[in-house]
């Protein structure tokens, strides 16, 4: 199916059609593949079709081939240079500190973890009970 694409090519392909999850991509007359939304561009991509078009060249890199499905999978991104002016983001949720504020009545004011004032939530909670 194939024949000489192999896995890290890079080609010249035309949009033959778009799709919300990807666009596709003849390479051949024979041989189309699929650029997933995720590497279209660096950088988070909404809408395909804020950049890309049905019948756009585009310099493609081949990422993937699997011969038993008929499926090639390509990348855009993987052939152009990540912006150097824009940071890296994480993909690590930020840990947060869960903090409880100290009623007046203990005479303190401020914060504390929640893991100091369960007790005595618990406590108040039991003692609430029994006054019902």
Do not use: C
């Not at 799709?19 to 988070?44: C, K, M, R």
């Not at 699997?66 to 999978?73: H, L, N, S, Y």
């Not at 009545?105 to 609430?128: A, M, P, V």
Request: charged share 30%; glycine share 10%.
């Amino acid at each position: 199916m194939t024949g000489n694409i192999e896995i890290g090519s890079i080609l010249t392909g035309k949009v033959t059609g778009i799709q919300p999850y990807g666009a596709f991509v003849a390479l051949d007359d024979h041989n189309q593949g699929l650029v997933h939304i995720s590497e279209i561009t660096h950088g988070y991509v909404k809408d395909i079709h804020d950049h890309l078009k049905v019948g756009d060249e585009v310099k493609v890199k081949v990422l993937s081939i699997d011969e038993e499905a008929g499926k090639i999978g390509l990348s855009i991104k993987a052939t152009e240079e990540p912006p150097v002016n824009q940071p890296v983001r994480s993909r690590k949720p930020r840990r947060r500190q869960a903090a409880a504020i100290i009623s007046e009545g203990d005479g303190q004011q401020g914060f504390n973890t929640l893991k100091e004032k369960l007790q005595e939530w618990i406590d108040q909670s039991q003692r609430e009970e029994i006054k019902k």
